[in-house]
């Protein structure tokens, strides 16, 4: 969405967080995000957990981020040719593989991949309608993935490869609902698009309208659903969507105007989003959400600009966890181990409670 071009959140980490050797620590055993050193001060808003080692970050000034040794290093590095761009979005396939989204207007909006590692990047698509504005991409695996931008006339635009990006096509409108008037998204974490299985993935709104897409077939065709949460601004809507299965899913959001405003900022679905429900809200504006395997049970954590937030319960009742500010979070599906990113280069990695 164009209007979010979201304020610098000043921050200040305590010195005890990080270690002199640059590895991060936790004077206390409880949970919480342990600073990493990821050497650059850009701000990141995208991540993806892909193992128990590796991870990749994406943000400002065509930066990204990886670790291969479960977050004891990165390495942080500008795409050739891209230093004005900002990479609000980036899926990781494996230790050399990943793809990286940029956002903004025309062709500002593209879309990378490198297959050594962060060494070479190929700029496999750039946008080339005037009103387009790309906010997210997400892919079921090394080759099929979806990646969407605002609405251009009249409806969302959609994009899907089945190569590994060496070519992507674009949606027919006739298979996408029409968009609200005042309707776009949120490039705020890289998780307002999620995709599940082999065929399922969701898209959330806001705006003038705070709603869900959602496709079954690989993102051919798609549906739309209404949810409770906040819209009727610019700066209000659906800004994160996490499914833990095709029938189970949650979404965060708010108002990013108004970062420390409890509001109709949290739903549920456990029809694949077919309908939705309003839950507890959380205790300000959250850009992020993720479904976290703790042994047998499934927990939620939320983050934002003012803090996160954990819940045990499928969200009937959230706890604060950390007051530091994190844009966007991702977890491996098998257990509690991931990444949040936010300003200043900030990268914490989960700690569980013990």
């Not at 050797?21 to 701000?43: C, D, F, L, Y």
């Not at 980036?90 to 990286?100: I, N, P």
């Not at 959400?289 to 003012?306: F, H, K, M, Q, Y």
């Amino acid at each position: 969405m164009r209007a979010l071009t979201l304020p610098l959140f000043v921050i200040v980490i305590a010195a005890a967080a990080t270690s002199p050797s640059g590895r991060g620590r936790r004077e206390a055993p409880g949970e919480g995000w342990i600073a990493q050193t990821s050497g650059t001060a850009s701000r990141f808003r995208g991540v993806s957990t892909v193992s128990e080692t590796v991870a990749w970050v994406s943000g400002a000034n065509g930066t990204f981020s990886r670790t291969v040794d479960g977050g004891n290093h990165w390495t942080s590095a500008v795409v050739a040719g891209a230093e004005r761009l900002d990479f609000r979005d980036v899926h990781g396939v494996d230790a050399t593989t990943a793809f990286l989204l940029s956002i903004g207007e025309g062709e500002n909006s593209r879309i990378y991949k490198t297959s050594d590692g962060g060494k070479n990047w190929t700029l496999q698509f750039t946008n080339r309608k005037p009103k387009g504005f790309f906010d997210g991409i997400a892919f079921w695996n090394a080759r099929n993935g979806v990646a969407f931008s605002d609405p251009v006339d009249g409806k969302i635009l959609i994009i899907r490869t089945t190569d590994g990006g060496a070519t992507w096509t674009e949606v027919p409108a006739s298979g996408i609902p029409d968009a609200v008037n005042g309707e776009a998204a949120f490039a705020a974490s890289g998780t307002s698009i999620v995709v599940q299985g082999t065929r399922n993935a969701w898209i959330g709104t806001g705006g003038a309208a705070a709603r869900v897409f959602r496709t079954t077939d690989g993102g051919v065709t798609w549906k739309v659903a209404a949810t409770p949460i906040i819209s009727g601004g610019s700066a209000a809507g659906i800004f994160s969507v996490a499914f833990r299965d095709a029938m189970n899913g949650v979404i965060v959001g708010g108002d990013y105007q108004k970062e420390k405003e409890s509001s109709a900022n949290f739903a549920l679905t456990t029809d694949g989003g077919v309908t939705w429900k309003a839950g507890t809200p959380l205790p300000g504006f959250r850009s992020a959400v993720a479904w976290v395997r703790t042994g047998n049970r499934w927990d939620l954590i939320a983050c934002g600009p003012s803090g996160s937030d954990h819940s045990s319960d499928g969200g009937r009742t959230w706890s604060p966890i950390d007051p530091t500010g994190y844009h966007a979070l991702s977890f491996i599906s098998t257990r509690p181990l991931g990444f949040a990113v936010g300003d200043g280069g900030r990268i914490g990695k989960w700690q569980a409670a013990r």
